[in-house]
């Protein structure tokens, strides 16, 4: 199983220069993928933050609503799963024009419950440009959590990007890959450590 380690800071923007960085990898196999994705964390005593550096040379982002169905076209998403058991976890997904999918999910194996009523208040996300490069950055504030993480406290985790090509190909990318096309996979989450 895939660790990551998710550092103590004072946070500001200047915090990613000097933090370790993951690289997604191709869903069902692990593969290389076309367009590189960096994966980044951290978090100080009010939230967890998270952020995204994905390559990309064409974008699809229709979806200006808040829960549209955002997954059908480019992507990154983020599934944290504070009790670890695979059963109930926030799913987050931020588009490139930044609009927000944020629910609970309830993994029941064969069915998923997706709960868009929920919305993560508090919830801080934004999208730029750096030349050829999208930044997607997100800060989640602990009260959607049953308690405050401490150091060396554990959450099963995932990261993922969908991303679109200029042939409508879609390339399916996961920071722990799942062995398919599916991102529900919850038993395939890696574990996110709170470290100081």
Not at 38 to 45: A, E, I, Y
Not at 53 to 80: G, K, M, S, W
Not at 144 to 156: A, C, L, N, S, V
Request: with cysteine; proline share 3%.
């Amino acid at each position: 199983m895939k660790n990551i380690a998710c550092s103590y800071v004072k946070y500001d923007d200047q915090v990613w220069g000097s933090l370790p960085t993951e690289s997604l990898v191709d869903v069902a196999t692990g593969g290389k993928v076309r367009q590189r994705t960096l994966l980044q964390t951290c978090w100080d005593s009010e939230a967890i933050y998270v952020r995204f550096e994905c390559e990309d040379d064409h974008t699809v982002a229709d979806y200006l609503n808040r829960d549209d169905p955002l997954y059908d076209q480019d992507v990154v998403e983020i599934f944290l799963d504070e009790e670890g058991l695979g059963q109930r976890y926030i799913e987050l997904e931020i588009s490139p024009r930044n609009v927000i999918f944020d629910a609970i999910i309830q993994n029941h194996g064969e069915k998923i419950d997706v709960n868009k009523e929920w919305d993560a208040e508090g919830l801080e996300t934004s999208v730029h440009t750096e030349g050829e490069l999208r930044i997607y950055l997100i800060k989640l504030p602990f009260i959607h959590f049953k308690q405050t993480p401490e150091i060396g406290t554990q959450w099963r985790v995932n990261f993922y990007r969908i991303d679109d090509n200029r042939e409508g190909q879609r390339e399916f990318q996961a920071w722990s890959p799942t062995g398919a096309i599916d991102y529900h996979i919850s038993s395939k989450f890696g574990t996110l450590i709170f470290e100081g």
